[in-house]
């Protein structure tokens, strides 16, 4: 069994830029994945377009790059047609919350055992500094010149108000943290979202400012009480931790029990079902 996080690096070298923080997210992936001793050939990592989605590539399990903002419909699937498969679905910002903001809140819902890490940079880097549904209101950009004038998705409490089963918020700039949250992500049973602020050097350093602004949620936090949740995803989103935990039937439980549950039956049993008891007169 893998225990060396250096087992997971892929021949394929990361292509990011100099500082970029996706480099502290793929390090702590690695690190989770040999501390949960995962095997390569049961993980599937799925991911959509942007610089982040390029981390399947940089890995030794399965991968698939797929279409910009499919990588949760995707992950979902795998996972449902192969329960048996560890599947991490990773990608931007822009990849999960706009092209792809339709599938996040219905993943959470459905609580499929996956886990979804974004790497959240504030802007879309792959395509050279547009802001992106997590940019600042007023933040300044190539695409806004004069000040973004839309208001940030408050990630955390979406996924909150969707019931994801598994809530958090880490940092590249916190490896130790970080890498934690991603264990205790793939150890729970359900959808689990990992929101990591990781910084674009290019078009929105904010790698000073975050390490300055960011701290560990409170140690009286209690995770499983969902309103004590969503009210700090309200008034301190930035905070670093596991913000709601808590442990309800998966869709693929839900699956079995209906097949549990169901009479057995046939096509034929079905159209006789349907067949009028009606006598026609000779």
Not at 211 to 227: F, I, T
Request: charged residues 20%; glycine residues 8%; hydrophobic residues 40%.
């Amino acid at each position: 069994m893998t225990t060396n996080p250096k087992d997971f690096k892929s021949d394929l070298k990361p292509i990011w830029c100099p500082g970029c923080g996706d480099f502290g997210v793929l390090a702590a992936a690695y690190r989770a994945f040999a501390e949960l001793d995962l095997d390569p050939d049961r993980t599937v990592v799925v991911s959509g377009i942007g610089c982040s989605s390029r981390f399947p590539g940089f890995v030794t399990t399965y991968g698939y790059h797929g279409v910009h903002g499919r990588a949760l419909p995707t992950a979902m699937g795998v996972k449902m047609a192969n329960p048996e498969l560890d599947v991490i679905a990773v990608g931007g910002d822009g990849d999960g919350f706009a092209i792809g903001g339709g599938h996040f809140p219905h993943a959470a819902r459905r609580n499929v055992d996956i886990t979804y890490i974004v790497m959240d940079n504030e802007i879309y880097g792959l395509t050279k500094g547009q802001v992106s549904p997590t940019s600042l209101h007023q933040q300044k950009s190539p695409s806004s010149p004069y000040g973004n004038m839309e208001q940030p998705l408050n990630t955390m409490a979406t996924a909150i108000a969707a019931d994801a089963s598994f809530v958090a918020r880490g940092a590249s700039f916190r490896p130790k943290e970080l890498t934690e949250l991603v264990i205790a992500g793939m150890r729970n049973p359900g959808f689990s979202f990992i929101d990591a602020y990781s910084p674009c050097t290019a078009f929105n350093n904010r790698t000073q400012i975050w390490k300055d602004e960011v701290s560990q949620l409170d140690e009286n936090h209690d995770p499983g009480d969902r309103a004590a949740a969503f009210a700090q995803a309200l008034e301190d989103p930035m905070a670093l931790g596991i913000f709601y935990k808590h442990e309800r039937t998966t869709m693929a439980q839900h699956l079995q029990a209906l097949k549990d549950n169901s009479e057995p039956t046939t096509p034929d049993a079905l159209l006789d079902s349907y067949a009028l008891d009606v006598k026609v007169a000779s």
